[in-house]
């Protein structure tokens, strides 16, 4: 007999949660490109939902610095300008390196669950799935954040790859040689993680957001 916790009704997500999860993803993926304007009526129809939800949705959405509401016009997508790509990777590279230090005590049992997310990223790239590929990528980041222990530090960090996935990480995954020079550079932090040396760490780290800012920039 199927356990009332993982029944469909169950576990079925929110008529909110659904505008919510359909229009992220929309605007992260560039359906809807930054400086467009969204009616509540035009979110309802393409995500199934009555407009009540699609309120709650964007209402989210504005907290997280996705949207501008205005009544009785709808949603603007924020565009993207220069000074939120800096203050994105600053933010990024601030989280990233408190996270390295703080697990470097621990980074014996660190390696082995950033070695399987660097194999994963591996066989997705041989198997050309850049979606699979994109997934590991951020799982091997977001692992460094997790283990540092601090859950308000780690939902930032997501929201953070949110936003640069909006700024056009996806052209930048897509773009020939990224995906050999990102397996190199995680490599050389597996590779960091094996000595004594807490500023070799550091400066792996460091150095692999320092790459991706400098990409994303090229490409505004």
């Not at 009616?39 to 407009?51: C, H, L, M, P, Y």
């Not at 590991?136 to 790859?161: C, K, P």
Request: neutral net charge; without cysteine; hydrophobic residues 45%.
């Amino acid at each position: 007999m199927t356990h009332p916790t993982t029944s469909p009704r169950a576990t079925a997500p929110s008529a909110a949660e659904r505008a919510y999860r359909h229009l992220k993803r929309a605007i992260l993926e560039q359906v809807y490109p930054g400086g467009s304007l969204i009616s509540e009526g035009e979110i309802a129809e393409a995500a199934g939902v009555s407009r009540t939800p699609v309120r709650e949705a964007l209402l989210r959405l504005e907290a997280e610095g996705l949207v501008a509401l205005y009544p009785k016009r709808g949603a603007l997508i924020r565009p993207v300008s220069a000074r939120e790509i800096a203050d994105v990777i600053e933010a990024r590279r601030l989280v990233e390196l408190h996270a390295a230090e703080r697990v470097w005590p621990r980074r014996a049992e660190l390696k082995g669950d950033l070695a399987r997310w660097l194999t994963e990223m591996r066989q997705a790239h041989a198997a050309g799935d850049v979606t699979a590929l994109m997934a590991a990528d951020r799982a091997f980041h977001a692992t460094v954040v997790e283990a540092a222990g601090n859950e308000i530090l780690a939902e930032l960090y997501h929201r953070l790859r949110d936003r640069q996935l909006r700024m056009g990480e996806a052209s930048f995954r897509l773009s020939p040689g990224w995906a050999d020079v990102v397996l190199a550079e995680h490599a050389g932090q597996l590779a960091a993680l094996d000595g004594d040396d807490l500023r070799a760490w550091l400066d792996a780290v460091g150095a692999h957001v320092d790459k991706a800012a400098t990409v994303l920039r090229r490409l505004r």
